[in-house]
């Protein structure tokens, strides 16, 4: 009757390891034993698997917010995705990245870092609009540019290269340097077909 042990073993019936066939609703069961005893984090698990394998998206997003008032961190990462996504409730990108950050999930919440730039390049574009702050511009426009540079660093997709290459192009975050911007476009032209 150990909640850790309910998690694992539900861990090996997902992912179907040592002979074992996946078997998902046996592993809903053994999460749900495990939450009951005390162990948050596979509230984590269980949201994703509503959301991954059963599509059903209210239900990954209620199970996730229970997971969050629990206190588990994983949780509040992907309800924050959830809540940026409109997965399950109305779409809310400014709160669920703020969410996400929130979290303290910066081992997890890395997946989104293409969400997370495109969060802070809004706030440096509202700032520049509004008010013109040079050292806020200048610290949003840097966490822009980190976001955006650790999505390309981790995976080249069309939308990691053009937000990198964007940055060099503009100047945000980074000196302006149009030829570096071309560079890495061109560096993957299979992207851009």
Not at 67 to 84: E, M, R, V, W
């Given at each position: 009757n150990n909640p850790v042990a309910y998690h694992k073993y539900a861990l090996l019936f997902i992912f179907g390891n040592f002979n074992i066939d996946p078997d998902f609703e046996l592993a809903r069961n053994l999460l749900e034993k495990s939450i009951k005893n005390g162990f948050y984090f596979s509230y984590f698990i269980l949201a994703r698997l509503f959301f991954e394998v059963d599509k059903n998206y209210s239900l990954a997003f209620k199970t996730a917010q229970k997971g969050t008032i629990n206190g588990d961190k994983y949780s509040q990462c992907l309800l924050g995705y959830f809540i940026a996504h409109g997965i399950g409730i109305e779409k809310d990108n400014k709160k669920g990245i703020e969410i996400i950050l929130e979290s303290g999930a910066s081992d997890f919440y890395e997946?989104?870092?293409?969400?997370?730039?495109?969060?802070?390049?809004?706030?440096?574009?509202?700032?520049?609009?509004?008010?013109?702050?040079?050292?806020?511009?200048?610290?949003?426009?840097?966490?822009?540019?980190?976001?955006?540079?650790?999505?390309?660093?981790?995976?080249?997709?069309?939308?990691?290269?053009?937000?990198?290459?964007?940055?060099?192009?503009?100047?945000?975050?980074?000196?302006?340097?149009?030829?570096?911007?071309?560079?890495?476009i061109n560096s993957f032209p299979n992207l851009f077909d």
């Amino acid at each position: 009757n150990n909640p850790v042990a309910y998690h694992k073993y539900a861990l090996l019936f997902i992912f179907g390891n040592f002979n074992i066939d996946p078997d998902f609703e046996l592993a809903r069961n053994l999460l749900e034993k495990s939450i009951k005893n005390g162990f948050y984090f596979s509230y984590f698990i269980l949201a994703r698997l509503f959301f991954e394998v059963d599509k059903n998206y209210s239900l990954a997003f209620k199970t996730a917010q229970k997971g969050t008032i629990n206190g588990d961190k994983y949780s509040q990462c992907l309800l924050g995705y959830f809540i940026a996504h409109g997965i399950g409730i109305e779409k809310d990108n400014k709160k669920g990245i703020e969410i996400i950050l929130e979290s303290g999930a910066s081992d997890f919440y890395e997946i989104f870092s293409t969400d997370i730039g495109i969060y802070y390049l809004k706030l440096y574009e509202q700032n520049i609009q509004s008010c013109n702050k040079v050292e806020n511009k200048d610290m949003l426009g840097e966490k822009a540019f980190e976001w955006f540079e650790k999505s390309f660093n981790k995976n080249k997709t069309k939308a990691s290269v053009n937000n990198y290459a964007l940055c060099f192009m503009k100047g945000i975050g980074v000196h302006k340097n149009i030829k570096k911007a071309n560079e890495i476009i061109n560096s993957f032209p299979n992207l851009f077909d």
